[in-house]
């Protein structure tokens, strides 16, 4: 399997007058933790949503781990091996924790929808794996006391935690997060930035759009700045830093 788990080269995307994406390129290693950032309007959701099916690119290409790859349906692009979260939570709020994540990880079964109607042993033996698995994920993520809660009753950082279980549960080979942090106090920055270190030891990869610059500066090994749309700057987070084209865009000419 490729070392580079994910390949984009010059993805455009245009909304009627207004250019969103134009020749956007990323290469991410295996293992990464990959940041893409800018000011509002940079174009940075907007990737993500191309990238996850959700709109349909004007041009570019896309590998996923060596092999072509075309976004497509978002239930097919997580069978692909890229699962997202969203920066406005979206869980089944009258599910359980167990349950929201117990739903990511059917992308994984092979049982089938006559199986699930006849309740076979197999299917039976398969649903018992999916929610061992389920719990595990819980428990990775620190959550697992909440296993039999609705997911509406839980606190906004353990929301964020239980779509990463989701995610995670699809057993993705990119896990992009679109926001993660946003809305967190300072304790639950601290429990997420530690999930994703935690995440990226265990050799996964992911993709983080972020407005917290001091988060994604910390954590990411690489970084990719859009503005309105256009790639400014790509390298580590200390080259970008550095980058004077990166300063003028967040600070304004002469900002220091």
């Known amino acids: 399997m490729s070392d580079i788990i994910l390949k984009v080269a010059n993805v455009s995307k245009r909304f009627g007058g207004l250019q969103a994406l134009s020749d956007v390129g990323i290469e991410i290693q ?3 933790v990959y940041g893409l950032i800018g000011p509002n309007g940079a174009g940075k959701t907007t990737f993500f949503n191309v990238l996850t099916g959700l709109y349909t690119p004007d041009s570019g290409s896309f590998e996923l781990a060596g092999k072509p790859y075309t976004p497509s349906a978002v239930h097919e692009v997580a ?10 939570i979206r869980l ?12 990511g990880r059917h992308v994984r079964t092979h049982s089938g929808l006559i199986g699930a109607v006849l309740r076979t042993p197999g299917f039976k033996r398969e649903e018992a794996a999916i929610a061992s698995r389920a719990r595990e994920l819980l428990a990775y993520v620190g959550i697992e006391k909440f ?8 606190s906004y950082g353990d929301q964020r935690r239980l779509e990463i279980a989701r995610a995670l ?80 865009a967040y600070l304004g000419t002469g900002g220091h």
């Open 79 to 88: 069978k692909a091996g890229i699962a997202r979260t969203f920066q406005n």
């Open 92 to 103: 089944f709020a009258e599910m359980t924790a167990l349950e929201n994540v117990m739903v």
């Open 30 to 32: 295996r293992g990464q």
């Open 147 to 154: 296993a039999d809660y609705k997911s509406r009753t839980l």
């Open 169 to 248: 549960a699809t057993d993705p080979l990119l896990i992009a997060l679109d926001e993660p942090a946003a809305g967190m106090n300072a304790t639950e920055k601290v429990l997420l930035r530690e999930l994703i270190d935690r995440i990226r030891k265990d050799n996964r990869t992911i993709l983080l759009i972020e407005h917290d610059v001091k988060l994604v500066m910390g954590l990411c090994d690489r970084v990719t700045v859009l503005d309105y749309g256009k790639q400014l700057s790509s390298g580590t987070p200390v080259d970008v830093q550095k980058d004077p084209k990166v300063i003028e």
